[in-house]
T-cell receptor, first 113, second 114 residues
Framework: DGGITQSPKYLFRKEGQNVTLSCEQN?????MYWYRQDPGQGLRLIYY???????QKGDIAEGYSVSREKKESFPLTVTSAQKNPTAFYLC????????????FGEGSRLTVL | DAKTTQPNSMESNEEEPVHLPCNHS???????IHWYRQLPSQGPEYVIH???SNVNNRMASLAIAEDRKSSTLILHRATLRDAAVYYC???????????????FGKGITLSVRP
C-alpha cells in the first residue's frame, strides 16, 4: 500500500547528541514537510521541500537540518543546537502542484534526557 | 502567508450535528480550503477540501461563504470517534505559491459528550 513511513516511532537521546528522524514515502509525491508539535499545541513547520535537491526553512528551522537527495526520502536531523528538542515530529507529503491533500506519517516522539 | 483563525474548543452531543467555523479573511483567489483532523498521538488525516462551492464526502461537508472569507466544517452526526483536533488551512494553487509552506494553527478541539 502507498503511504508515508516515519521511523523510529519513539526515540530517547542524551543532551548534546544529534538525532536523525527518517521519513520515506512511496506516493511519488514531489513535496515533503516536517512539522513539530508540542503538547497541546498545533503543528509548527520546520522545513519543507518542493523538489529533489531543494528545500526551504519553515518557521522554526533553527537547530534542525534536512536533505532531499531522493524523491522518496526527507530525513530530519535534530542537532545539539536545538535548545528544546523533546517533541512529537510529523512528516507529510503531497503532490507539488494542485490542491491535493497532505498525507501524514504516524509521527516520531523524541525525548531528550 | 494567508492565515486561518479558529475557536480553541467546541463541545457537542453524540448524534447531533457539529459546525466547526474557520475564518480566513486574507484568502486569495487561488487558495483552497483544507480541513484535517488529528487524534491524540497520531498524524493528522485529511477530511475535506474546497475552493468556492460547498463540498460533501463520506466524512463531512464543507460550507464556504460566498466571499470565501470563512468556512464551516459540518459533521452531520457526531460520534465519540469524532473527538479530535480539527485544523483548517489554506493551500495555494498551482504549486502552492506563497502558501506552499502549508502552515497549521492550533486548530479547534472538539469534545463529544455521550
Amino acid at each position: 500500500d502507498g503511504g508515508i513511513t516515519q521511523s523510529p516511532k519513539y526515540l530517547f537521546r542524551k543532551e548534546g547528541q544529534n538525532v536523525t528522524l527518517s521519513c520515506e514515502q512511496n506516493l511519488n509525491h514531489d513535496a515533503m514537510y516536517w512539522y513539530r508539535q508540542d503538547p497541546g499545541q498545533g503543528l509548527r513547520l520546520i522545513y519543507y521541500s518542493q523538489i529533489v535537491n531543494d528545500f526551504q526553512k519553515g518557521d522554526i528551522a533553527e537547530g534542525y537540518s534536512v536533505s532531499r537527495e531522493k524523491k522518496e526520502s526527507f530525513p530530519l536531523t535534530v542537532t545539539s543546537a536545538q535548545k528544546n528538542p523533546t517533541a512529537f515530529y510529523l512528516c507529510a507529503s503531497t503532490q507539488g502542484q494542485g490542491p491535493g491533500e497532505l498525507f501524514f506519517g504516524e509521527g516520531s516522539r523524541l525525548t531528550v534526557l | 502567508d494567508a492565515k486561518t483563525t479558529q475557536p480553541n474548543s467546541m463541545e457537542s452531543n453524540e448524534e447531533e450535528p457539529v459546525h466547526l467555523p474557520c475564518n480566513h479573511s486574507t484568502i486569495s483567489g487561488t487558495d483552497y480550503i483544507h480541513w484535517y483532523r488529528q487524534l491524540p498521538s497520531q498524524g493528522p488525516e485529511y477530511v475535506i477540501h474546497g475552493l468556492t462551492s460547498n463540498v460533501n464526502n463520506r466524512m463531512a461537508s464543507l460550507a464556504i461563504a460566498e466571499d470565501r472569507k470563512s468556512s464551516t466544517l459540518i459533521l452531520h452526526r457526531a460520534t465519540l470517534r469524532d473527538a479530535a483536533v480539527y485544523y483548517c488551512i489554506l493551500r495555494g494553487h498551482p504549486n502552492g505559491g506563497a502558501n506552499s509552506k502549508l502552515t497549521f494553527g492550533k486548530g479547534i478541539t472538539l469534545s463529544v459528550r455521550p
